[in-house]
């Protein structure tokens, strides 16, 4: 059976929303020719447009789907301006393979009472042996209430999916007793039980409750409440954004939403939350458990509000959703990245949001946390390359990474640690990392291994500059590492969101070594640290290092000596995002 999600979400706080949907299934017809209209990344008067990172080519977005061998990328959508507003509808782009995208025209547009206020957020789902794709949505309805609704493509033999009629029978789930009227959306993708049921789970809230609720239905259409939350949070607000999916407990590959759920010997659960008071995306792992009519999850860890929660990613990551690629084995995620400077610079930009780069996802061997790793096809943009190894980084060093266009480059550098015994001490507990980030003064402050990393987007002076960086410690029964991405001097300007972020990780001793891959794309800084177990993304806005004037190094500023095991560093295409025209199928 095949199911896939298109995830949208309102964003009250940041006025911003995503809607984020992906999913494959067979061969179908393919885009072999990209349109003559290729939105232009960067310039003179867009600086901070990235070149390979998904945006529309204006106004407000964020959200994506594969069909017949098409990927389409639904997204949350003001036509009138980069900046939240009313009547908010779905656009629709198209791919083949997550990178390069054509233009559509909107897929659903506010139009009946149950959405006459604005189409937001929803998943999607493909029944009867992937021909039948359903799309569940949620609706704000002529009183202004969050309600759930259901469309199917006008012609399902059309691979782009181009037209969507609204079912007669919406809306299919309202508001239930305790859920607030306008805290109740974004539902998931839909998973088959053993018993022939269709689920589903929406988000929602009551009071300071955040929920999680679970519907049953055999048609797809029909749908019945349980009246007992499937999971719960208290003192977080709405659940926006729920996503819920099995992973493999061994092996790096994907399985179908609707994999049997009840065999603990091959599966966990995942249960992730975009918690709007938070603005972050944060993950449990646990149990599905299954007892006659009583179903919950169970996470092996309750949420605590403090810095020892997992989450997706510890930067610029929200409303993120992920999706099983049948062509390729494997579960996939992708987020919205929302800007860091003012409304007003949206409105003179003329566009806002980013999606991050898609990324693999399966459960580390630890069996402890989730590992994240950019989709493979990213390497297709990859150009110029230069190589740097056994290169040793003294304390206090820097070293220019040259030969590359360091605007838009995809870096990957492993440094080896040769006395990780004689890292500082440092008892994590009741530490905000995040805090002891801020403390680094970009990476400068000494310690005995580390700050040791990368300055992206860094002028030629370092004036301004990201870091990107490392410091060992040794904790109680264990090493622990300090993740750091400090936007402190990432723009000489004062107007900006410089937060820094950061998070702990544990240290294998054994190892001796660490590895850190960024993806730098004119506004944007994604790492990925110890092979994907840690990420953290984040938007900054030079003003000096900007597309030729920008600059990457490696740098060292701890007592001990760091050797640069291997670094490889690619100059990146620019993606083709145009519009529908010069399409060829075959």
């Known amino acids: 059976m095949f199911s896939f999600t298109i995830f949208m979400m309102k964003n009250f706080a940041t006025l911003i929303l995503l809607a984020l949907f992906l999913f494959i299934l067979q061969n179908g017809n393919r885009i072999e020719a990209f349109p003559d209209r290729i939105i232009s990344s960067s310039s003179i008067n867009q600086p901070y447009r990235t070149s390979y990172h998904f945006q529309p080519p204006k106004n407000w977005m964020n959200a994506p789907m594969y069909y017949k ?17 009313d009547r908010i509808v779905w656009a629709h782009s198209v791919s083949y393979d997550l990178i390069n995208w054509i233009h559509l025209n909107n897929a659903i547009e506010p139009s009946e009472p149950f959405d ?21 949505y949620t609706g704000i309805d002529e009183n202004k209430h969050q309600v759930q609704n259901l469309a199917i493509p006008k012609n399902a033999s059309d691979p782009f999916l181009r037209e969507w009629i609204k079912l007669p029978q919406n809306p299919v789930m309202k508001p239930p007793i305790g859920v607030e009227l306008n805290n109740f959306r974004d539902p998931s993708t839909a998973w088959l039980g053993n018993d022939g049921k269709w689920r589903v789970v929406v988000g929602a809230q009551n009071g300071d409750q955040g929920k999680v609720i679970l519907y ?4 797809f259409v029909d ?5 007992r939350p499937f999971f719960a949070t208290d003192n977080t607000g709405v659940c926006e954004c729920p996503d819920f999916f099995p992973v493999l407990i061994k092996g790096e590959n994907g399985v179908d939403t609707s994999f049997d759920h ?11 939350i975009s918690y709007l008071s938070r603005l972050h995306d944060y993950y449990f792992l646990g149990n599905y458990n299954v007892f006659g009519d009583n179903e919950n999850f169970v ?4 949420f605590t509000g403090t810095s020892s929660d997992l989450r997706y990613d510890y930067g ?18 992708w987020g919205w990245v929302n800007e860091s400077d003012s409304t007003q610079d949206d409105i ?15 459960l580390d061997k630890s069996g402890k946390r989730l590992v994240q790793w950019p989709i493979e096809e990213i390497e297709k943009l990859h150009d110029k390359q230069v190589s740097i190894s056994k290169e040793n980084l003294l304390s206090g060093s820097t070293l220019q990474v040259s030969g590359i266009i360091a605007s838009q480059v995809d870096v990957e550098v492993v440094f080896e640690i040769s006395e990780v015994e004689s890292a500082e001490w440092l008892d994590p507990k009741g530490v905000d990392p995040q805090i002891l980030c801020s403390k680094k003064e970009d990476g400068s402050r000494s310690g005995k291994i580390g700050p040791f990393g990368l300055l992206a987007l860094a002028s030629e002076d370092l004036r301004e500059q990201t870091s990107v960086f490392f410091q060992i410690y040794k904790a109680p029964n264990r090493y622990v590492g300090l993740m750091c991405s400090d936007q402190s001097r990432s723009s000489l300007r004062d107007d900006l969101d410089k937060t820094t972020y950061g998070t702990f990780f544990d240290i294998d001793p054994t190892q001796k070594t660490i590895s850190l891959r960024t993806l730098i794309d004119h506004s944007i800084v994604e790492s990925f640290g110890d092979e994907g177990r840690i990420c953290i993304t984040s938007r900054v806005y030079p003003s000096l290092a900007i597309d030729k004037n920008a600059h990457l190094f490696v740098f060292n500023n701890g007592i001990q000596t760091m050797q640069i095991s291997k670094l490889n560093a690619w100059s990146m295409k620019q993606a083709q995002i145009g519009y529908e025209g010069n399409i060829s199928c075959v």
């Not at 206020?117 to 794709?133: D, F, Q, R």
């Open 69 to 85: 061998g098409v990927y389409h990328l639904f997204y949350q959508h003001n036509p009138y301006a980069a900046t939240f507003g």
């Open 116 to 136: 006459i206020n604005s189409c937001w957020s929803g998943s999607a789902t493909i029944l009867e042996g992937g021909e039948k794709p359903f799309i569940l």
């Open 216 to 219: 049953h239905s055999k048609d």
């Open 223 to 227: 749908w019945k409440v349980d009246s």
């Open 262 to 272: 009840q065999d603990p010997n091959f599966v966990r659960h995942v249960m992730k």
């Open 299 to 302: 996470p092996d860890i309750k």
């Open 316 to 333: 610029k990551f929200y409303a993120s959703k992920s999706f099983f690629d049948y062509a390729k084995n494997r579960r996939i995620l």
């Open 348 to 362: 003179q930009k003329g566009w806002a949001g980013i999606q991050s780069i898609p990324r693999q996802i399966w």
